[in-house]
């Protein structure tokens, strides 16, 4: 384990690794604790301490003093293990500052909290101390990673054979019944929606509902205690970190990688007029970025952006993030609206931001995986493909022309009598997006997706045309219009089977996509078995049945997991599937897959056949060139157009039998390994899909 508090070795951002900000919140000591606060502005800083039991009884009031560097500090015997604790800042009044000297405030390191009421916390001094047993991280490589987006609630709140008592909690995510699921389905990387403090915004309190997604943080270093169990939830905060390091140790002794999704970007204070719980009274000027006269500049959309070229709040960021990575042995972190956190003094985004650079140079982040949100809701927000090395990033363009290619555009065939676009842009997809991420990333740098938490479900996908939020108070205003979804004849629910069973390929050649594309691909909890939210894209408001996974499933639903379970083994088997590196063209290249293309005619493709709207057709091999494993060749057939087809398969030198192993045509996976050879004809149903192992 890397110490959480060694910085050595980062070369970017000098003030953000300053030793002035070296060891801010509490430590404790043989003396007590001492607890250490930066602001820039502050006059007077002062710690309050609580009666164990009563959070509006303060027992003492102490000020810190300053130490240099911006940093107050205190040492005394009244911060140990189990204090509750707040702080209140005063400083001057005026443009940018919002300090109120009356205000208790979280202290931004603590990791522990409790609440006194609505917009009402304490912190909460930690002591941490947790047994490991020996069980370290997985340390999955990043080309057999098959990530799983779920919620911590949700996956676990209706599951029959986990105990009422865990439904919903961070121990009942470990529960055997659960990791038995994730095993079979053949996921490595369990990543969860966020689990930092969060708190609900007043908006939807209003409206009876609840932040039930969780990106309103209230502070970066403390586990959401309503995910813990009823009775951690009565012992206290240290209960409640020792439930979520139990689940981390449970999963991780599984074989199973955890992955947060974190949001650094904003925080639960919203824009001015919202709360103010923490960095607003500590230091707003400095932890908000805000024009010169005080007005938030908002490039998240949720009220406030917090300003990371501001050393003390990047620091904070990156203290954040060895905590969970070292002390709380998190594998990996997704990054919400991360062009935020590289946005430069003048808010435009840089990939050299020292922050950025830092969070993948960090020796204590060393082997953890760094995904990107890559985008935000400012101006010259969308940056997929630009955050550079060491960097992983969701592929929303995966995510469109994979969307278009079976849905989208067999919709506007159906209307038009032809598709509005060829192969082309589909297979550069297929294959690692090579126009998105240089030869130095490789096809690993791409985080492919069809669904995620926000947006249609996968069935919902296939069965909707248009969304249907109106149950989350806004008039069906939130949420995407644009999903390149279709309902395939029907809005919604059919008892038309010819429909339903054409949405049921569709969800099969989605899956199979994503499952046998370059890259490391991204799964949406639920979607193995069809999950639906009835048409709503935007369901962050819903604690209940509608985004809780349902775990009866009809035949058909048992059938899509088994082609979910089929094609996650294949990845596994079938190295060409899954390569580290592109291929170049007259070199070899290690752990890459040399691509081929062939047409239904068995002949290599043309340039204009690319690019022709009437070729929705192509025959992908991809042989590895191996550094560990033994050489493997695939073939797969691709036909996007609804009318059937033949398909002949290429003569290959070297190539004597293709090996069926999977198809979209079939409802359930055909355990049969038929044997075809080059030049045999295989017959392929409309929008359909077929694997081979080619020997």
């Known amino acids: 384990m890397v110490s959480s508090d060694s910085l050595a070795g980062i070369a970017p951002g000098a003030g953000l690794l300053s030793s002035d900000l070296d060891d801010l919140g509490v430590t404790l000591g043989p003396e007590g604790g001492t607890l250490r606060v930066w602001s820039a502005s502050a006059g007077d800083v002062e710690l309050l301490v609580f009666d164990d039991s009563d959070l509006d009884w303060i027992t003492d009031t102490i ?12 040492t005394t015997p009244l911060l140990r293990a189990g204090t509750r604790y707040s702080i209140r800042v005063d400083g001057p009044h005026g443009t940018g500052n919002t300090f109120n000297s009356g205000t208790l405030l979280v202290e931004p390191y603590s990791k522990g909290l409790v609440s006194g009421g609505f917009e009402d916390w304490r912190s909460v001094v930690i002591d941490g101390g947790f047994d490991w047993g020996g069980v370290s991280k997985p340390d999955v490589p990043l080309d057999r990673t098959i990530i799983y987006e779920g919620h911590v609630k949700g996956m676990s709140k209706r599951h029959p054979l986990v105990p009422p008592a865990l439904h919903g909690t961070y121990a009942g995510l470990a529960h055997p019944a659960m ?34 997604w969780g990106y309103n943080t209230l502070n970066f270093f403390t586990p959401h205690g309503a995910y813990a169990t009823e009775a951690n939830r009565r012992h ?31 925080t639960a204070e919203e824009g001015l007029g919202g709360p103010r719980t923490s960095l607003r009274g500590i230091d707003n000027r400095s932890y908000y970025r805000q024009h010169d006269n005080g007005e938030y500049i908002d490039v998240t959309g949720c009220g406030n952006s917090v300003n990371t070229t501001t050393d003390a709040a990047a620091r904070l960021v990156l203290d954040s993030l060895r905590y969970w990575a070292n002390d709380v042995q998190i594998d990996g972190f997704r990054f919400d609206l991360a062009a935020t956190l590289g946005r430069d003094g003048a808010h435009r985004f840089t990939p050299d931001h020292p922050l950025l650079r830092a969070i993948i140079d960090d020796p204590a982040l060393a082997g953890v995986k760094k995904i990107a949100e890559p985008w935000d809701v400012g101006m010259g927000g969308w940056q997929t493909g630009n955050f550079g ?15 278009n290619f079976w849905l989208s555009d067999v919709d506007y065939a159906r209307r038009a009598s032809t598709a509005p676009v060829g192969i082309g842009g589909f297979a550069t997809r297929l294959s690692g997006s090579s126009n998105t991420f240089d030869v130095e990333r490789g096809p690993l740098a791409s985080v492919n997706f069809v669904t995620a938490h926000d947006g249609f479900t996968l069935r919902d996908l296939v069965s909707y045309d248009v969304k249907h939020n109106v149950g989350n108070g806004e008039q069906n205003r939130d949420g995407a219009d644009t999903n390149r979804s279709f309902n395939h004849g029907a809005e919604g629910p059919t008892a038309d089977e010819g429909i339903l069973a054409t949405r049921r390929k569709a969800m099969r050649n989605l899956l199979g996509t994503l499952l046998l594309s370059a890259g490391v691909p991204m799964i949406t909890a639920g979607d193995e078995f069809a999950r639906t939210q009835r048409g709503n894209n935007n369901a962050y408001c819903h604690d209940s049945a509608l985004t809780w996974l349902p775990w009866q499933h009809a035949p058909w639903q048992e059938d899509l997991f088994a082609h979910v379970q089929r094609l996650t083994q294949l990845r596994r088997e079938n190295p060409a599937l899954r390569p ?56 797969l057939m691709v036909h996007g157009n609804e009318q059937p087809v033949d398909v002949t398969l290429p003569a290959i030198e070297g190539v004597s039998t293709f090996v069926s192993l999977w198809s979209s045509e079939d409802e359930s996976p055909d355990p049969a390994a038929a044997e075809f050879h080059p030049g045999d004809v295989v017959p392929l149903v409309g929008t359909s899909m077929r694997l081979f192992r080619a020997q």
Do not use: C
């Not at 038995?180 to 908006?203: C, N, Q, W, Y």
């Not at 240290?238 to 449970?250: H, N, Y």
């Not at 199973?256 to 904003?266: A, C, G, K, P, Q």
């Open 179 to 212: 990791i038995e699921h994730f095993l079979r389905l053949g996921v490595t990387s369990i990543e969860l929606l966020p689990i930092h403090a969060f708190a609900t915004e007043p908006r939807l309190l209003q409206h009876g509902l609840t932040n039930y």
């Open 580 to 635: 580290i590196r592109f291929a170049k063209l007259n070199e070899r290249t290690p752990s890459a897959s040399v691509m081929e293309w062939y047409d239904q005619n068995g002949e290599t493709m043309l340039l204009d056949q690319w690019t022709d709207p009437a070729n929705r057709t192509m025959q992908y091999v991809a042989a590895s060139t191996p550094e560990r494993e033994e050489f493997n060749r695939i073939l």
């Open 236 to 266: 206290g905060p240290e209960a409640i970190l020792r439930e979520f390091k139990g689940m981390v140790k449970l999963l991780h002794a599984a074989g199973l990688e955890v992955i947060l999704d974190v949001v650094y970007n904003h």
């Open 389 to 403: 090395d060491g960097w992983l990033e969701w592929n929303d363009r995966y995510r469109d022309r994979v969307r």
């Open 63 to 74: 000020p810190l003093q300053p130490v240099g560097g911006d940093v107050w500090s205190i």
